[in-house]
Nanobody, 125 residues
Framework: QLRLVESGGGLVQPGGSLRLSCAAS????????IGWFRQAPGKEREGVSC????????NYADSVKGRFTISRDNAKNTVYLQMNSLEPGDTAVYYC??????????????????WGQGTQVTVSS
């Protein structure tokens, strides 16, 4: 069974940092682009960041550029999202997804076929 499992979410104060992980089981992430998406209550799901299968190409939503960094460790079958300078507006459930896609389409959710269950990130004082 193909699964993606997110971890690393939690409650953090504004200005703080979190690192999310997306681990795969049942398949190898190496061949897939990975996207991070988020959905806040009452809002549509939005693309946050994505990375190519090799890790050589990344993309970010304007709202997180300069604050978030996506990376992957194919040896560990895991993709990471380092989130710094967190703001209350970053509060959402964060999802990772795997798919066959590339720039500039990789921030579009319909490009992905396998999704994790999500991890809650709450930024609040």
């Amino acid at each position: 069974q193909l699964r993606l499992v997110e971890s690393g979410g939690g409650l953090v104060q504004p200005g703080g940092s979190l690192r999310l992980s997306c681990a795969a089981s049942g398949f190898t992430l190496n061949y897939y682009a990975i996207g991070w998406f988020r959905q806040a209550p009452g809002k549509e799901r939005e693309g946050v960041s994505c990375i190519s299968s090799s890790g050589g190409s990344t993309n970010y939503a304007d709202s997180v550029k300069g604050r978030f960094t996506i990376s992957r460790d194919n040896a560990k079958n895991t993709v990471y999202l380092q989130m710094n300078s967190l703001e209350p507006g970053d509060t959402a459930v964060y999802y990772c997804a795997a798919g066959w896609t590339s720039q500039p389409m990789c921030l579009i959710d319909r490009q992905y076929h396998t999704w994790g269950q999500g991890t809650q990130v709450t930024v609040s004082s």
